[in-house]
């Protein structure tokens, strides 16, 4: 059974933003959208070992900042070459203004 | 470590390649200068308008010299348009070729993707193959045996270097390539940096390459007409000096091996002509530092963080001057290289990187 775990409080992402979170030994990215809603994935890219949360967000795409593989962090989808494998997502909630996301 | 008691071996799938894997070389974790997050999203930020506006320029310019060419055809008057349609075919063609394959020069997916291709035949370069050997030059820049992008081996092959002014070199590895993934074979490198699944597209992408080049050559026949083969094909050749000038000087005569940008890439400032064809690509360790950046926000980045990077050249000239020495040595002694000087201000680089053993350079 998945677990919910506090990954950030809801003021700690910015809007069309992206933040890091480490938990467990594995790494996550935290995502605010423009339209002020909260997603998350795996931390690495697919493509190679780099940290999204370095990235640039843009409307629903997580761009990565090595190599600008492209994903839509809201269905993990890879947006073409170089990245071929989608992203794995993760369910999120807000609860008393933090991030839960289910891991 | 960095000393290679060995010759280099520039092959992707050799000794080098098992050595930098082996080693931690290949997909190591690169230098970088510390960006407050906030500073560096605001560098990162995509626009249409920079890129459209140069694009329209870059294309207008096109269609007028060769307007310039087709007028003039027959006349000495013809050399001028020769001259600049071949630079905006030859040359800034690489630069919009390499803007839009990291996706960055528009903020619209597709404008990039158009550029990208349109460059990408001017270029006689695979619009597949090279986003995969782009990408693998930015994981292992300059790593020997992982780093397809590497312009100048060890030891220099001088008279190469100098063909490579004139084209003939790369045309006639490119057509040939060309020729051979258009009857769908990728060669064993190839399949090393190109995903399995990536594979197919690349053969497509010689075939429609292959296509127009038929169709070029099958008009120049029919009109009776050099014309079609000098605005097509042909300014790979007698356009492709600025490139090379520029290109050059991105990573020529400095160290291979190391994990720090600041050491085996140069900044070198240059003049605002060159810039446009080249778009901004002087400002190259910034952009292999922060790829993510755009060409036209590169200057804000290089004065962002100047104090960290080594002093850039002033000019080209200064550039070749300073490396001219250094690929004499490298005749005599691989392992020798211009070890970039870095200013105070500066975090200093990894120890390791200095204790290349240069005794037999100085015999």
Not at chain 2, 50 to 57: E, K
Not at chain 2, 133 to 162: Q, W
Not at chain 2, 210 to 239: D, E, F, N
Not at chain 2, 299 to 305: G, S, W
């Amino acid at each position: 059974m998945a677990d919910w775990v506090e990954a950030c409080a809801v003021d700690d992402v910015e809007e069309e933003d992206v933040i890091r979170f480490d938990h467990g030994g594995r790494t996550f990215a935290v995502y605010r959208s423009p339209d002020d809603e909260f997603f998350a994935t795996d931390g690495y890219c697919t493509h190679e070992k780099a940290h999204l949360a370095d990235g640039l967000v843009m409307d629903d795409i997580i761009e990565c900042p090595k190599h600008n593989g492209r994903f839509n962090y809201k269905t993990g989808a890879a947006k073409g070459a170089p990245v071929c494998v989608n992203l794995v997502t993760y369910p999120v909630k807000i609860e008393a203004g933090k991030v839960m996301i289910q891991i | 470590m960095t000393t290679m008691a060995k010759k280099r071996d520039y092959s992707l799938v050799g000794e080098s390649t098992r050595r930098a894997i082996e080693t931690g070389l290949a997909s190591a974790e690169w230098y970088h200068t510390d960006v407050p997050r906030k500073a560096m999203k605001e560098l990162m930020q995509r626009s249409d308008g920079p890129a459209i506006r140069d694009t329209v320029i870059w294309l207008a310019a096109i269609v007028g010299s060769a307007a310039g060419i087709v007028w003039f055809w027959g006349s000495w008057w013809v050399v001028p348009f020769l001259f600049v349609y071949g630079v905006l075919y030859g040359s800034s063609s690489d630069s919009r070729w390499h803007e839009c394959g990291h996706g960055t020069a528009f903020r619209t997916r597709w404008m990039n993707d158009v550029v990208y291709h349109i460059a990408s035949f001017m270029l006689m370069r695979n619009p597949v193959q090279w986003r995969w050997s782009h990408a693998r030059h930015h994981t292992d820049t300059i790593i020997v045996g992982r780093d397809a992008e590497i312009a100048v081996m060890r030891p220099p092959d001088l008279l190469k270097a100098a063909l490579a002014f004139t084209g003939i070199l790369d045309f006639r590895y490119s057509l040939p390539t060309l020729v051979r993934q258009a009857f769908g074979s990728l060669s064993e490198e190839e399949k090393s940096y190109i995903p399995e699944m990536e594979q197919h597209k690349a053969v497509v992408a010689a075939r429609w390459h292959m296509a127009v080049y038929i169709a070029t050559i099958a008009s120049a026949i029919a009109l009776g007409s050099w014309i079609p083969l000098v605005l097509v094909g042909l300014p790979r050749l007698y356009g492709t000096w600025h490139m090379v000038t520029t290109g050059l000087l991105q990573h020529i005569g400095l160290a291979d091996n190391v994990v720090d940008h600041r050491l085996n890439t140069r900044t070198v400032y240059m003049n605002p002509i060159s810039r446009f064809i080249y778009w901004n690509m002087n400002y190259h360790v910034e952009h292999h530092m922060f790829p993510m950046v755009p060409y036209h926000a590169l200057p804000r980045l290089h004065e962002l963080i100047k104090h960290d990077l080594p002093e850039p050249n002033p000019s080209m000239w200064h550039a070749y001057r300073e490396v001219w020495p250094v690929l004499l040595r490298q005749l005599k002694y691989e392992d020798s290289y211009l070890k970039r000087e870095l200013p105070p201000t500066a975090r200093p680089y990894r120890g390791e990187f200095h204790e290349v053993d240069m005794s037999a350079a100085a015999e």
